[in-house]
């Protein structure tokens, strides 16, 4: 299995810029497809980002479209969501998600396998 853990977080005002990132170990990184998904409190779990295990194909929510983007290093096993126009209603735990397969961008949330244990991200108004 894959260990992942999440890195970045922080408090920042809005319209300000973060940058997190998503370390992995135990296995072969370039084995998985990757996702962000985010959790603000009393809601669930959604969906933020996704790439495939190659980089070379991603996904967004309508929602961050535009100011997000998601990209991976497979040498380095790791994984980082630039995030800037950062809003209050971005607020939430950021967990990085890994999904044993090759095969394209995966966005529903009970399709992956694994998940770092999240990073706060706090952005005020």
């Known amino acids: 299995q894959v260990q992942l853990v999440e890195s970045g977080g922080g408090l920042v005002q809005a319209g300000g810029s973060l940058r997190l990132s998503c370390a992995a170990s135990?296995?072969?990184?370039?084995?998985?497809?990757m996702g962000w998904f985010r959790q603000a409190p009393g809601k669930e779990r959604e969906f933020v980002a996704a790439?495939?295990?190659?980089?070379?194909?991603?996904y967004y929510a309508d929602s961050v479209k535009g100011r997000f983007t998601i990209s991976r290093d497979n040498a380095k096993n790791t994984m980082n969501l630039q995030m800037i126009s950062l809003k209050p209603e971005d607020t939430a735990v950021y967990f990085c998600?890994?999904?044993?397969?090759?095969?394209?961008?995966?966005?529903?949330?009970?399709?992956?396998?694994?998940w770092g244990q999240g990073t706060q991200v706090t952005v005020s108004s």
């Open positions: 135990g296995r072969t990184f370039s084995n998985y497809d």
């Open positions: 998600a890994a999904r044993s397969s090759r095969q394209s961008v995966v966005v529903g949330r009970s399709r992956y396998d694994y």
């Open positions: 790439i495939n295990w190659s980089g070379g194909n991603t």
